[in-house]
């Protein structure tokens, strides 16, 4: 069956998955006092840490415009598109309202929608499992209702270096991340199931709050042998292959992966974060 899969750029990919026919990515642009920054394949992690290091303000991200997501649209392919949740950011709407205007001209076309209520590697893993679905054999509507059920029991968690970004972008209501930062607390953060982020631990220390991260997991992972863990990085994959080694003595899933961060989770999860998905 004729398929698109379109993620906005939040979306950690593999390397296969940058290169799969089927996958068409739509950029977020990100800004550095006046710089602006595309979120696409000329991304450059180094670099934008740098600026970011360099600059006395917060980095801001803008979703896609409705016209992005409809030029993906075309075609005879049913397509799945999936975004940031729409809680952190506009790109949930944005595909919506694209949609909408493509079907007053295209009233027959497939088109489904996915908040992740994620981000990151949660995308990626919903991406995945469409593709997995989808190349089953299953139909349109079957592929929806299935990926949801999926969605609904997927878990995030993540450990950061700081929680300034996520603070200043008012992402962190309630949480003290000031107080984080001069104790060298390192909290383990989590998505809510409606795609917010909430505290669930701390441990003084990122080498303890790592390991906190992979006993927290240890703990509410469900039938982990039927489900991948996915592992993003921003710019320390040894951080990751220990984040991975730790889960692994510890939780029996059935495969795993790690994947650098792009623009947005860069963004976000700043130099040295890692994030989680299972």
């Known amino acids: 069956m004729a398929y698109k899969i379109i993620v906005d750029s939040c979306t950690d990919l593999t390397d296969s998955m940058k290169k799969d026919k089927h996958i068409y990515s739509v950029p977020l642009s990100l800004q550095v006092d006046d710089k602006t920054i595309v979120d696409d394949e000329t ?21 896609p415009s409705p016209e992005a997501y409809m030029k993906l ?44 209520c994620s981000a990151s590697v949660g995308q990626t893993l919903i991406t995945k ?7 089953a054999g299953k139909e349109f509507q079957d592929v929806v209702q299935s990926v949801k059920a999926f969605r609904e029991k997927l878990s995030t968690k993540f450990v950061l270096e700081n929680l300034d970004t996520l603070r200043k972008s008012g992402r962190l209501t309630g949480i003290k991340a000031i107080l984080t930062s001069v104790l060298n607390i390192k909290p383990v953060m989590a998505g809510t199931a409606d795609g917010n ?24 992972a469900v039938q982990p042998e039927d489900r991948t863990l996915a592992i993003s990085h921003c710019n320390n994959y040894n951080r990751a292959l220990f984040v991975r080694d730790e889960i692994l003595k510890r939780v ?19 130099d040295g974060g890692v994030i989680v998905c299972y």
């Open 43 to 63: 991304f450059n992690q180094k670099e934008f840490l740098r600026i970011v290091a360099a600059s006395p303000n917060s980095p801001k991200s803008s979703c």
């Open 73 to 116: 649209y075309g075609g005879e392919e049913d397509i799945y598109v999936v975004t940031l949740s729409a809680n952190l950011s506009g790109s949930y709407n944005s595909a919506v309202l694209g949609r909408k205007l493509y079907l007053e001209e295209n009233p027959h076309k497939n088109i489904e929608i996915f908040n992740s």
């Open 129 to 135: 499992k469409i593709q997995e679905y989808v190349e």
């Open 197 to 220: 982020i909430c505290k669930l631990d701390q441990a003084r220390g990122i080498q303890k709050a790592l390991l906190l991260l992979a006993t927290l997991i240890e703990q509410d």
């Open 252 to 270: 029996p899933f059935k495969d795993c992966f790690i994947v650098d961060t792009a623009g947005v989770s860069t963004m976000y999860a700043g």
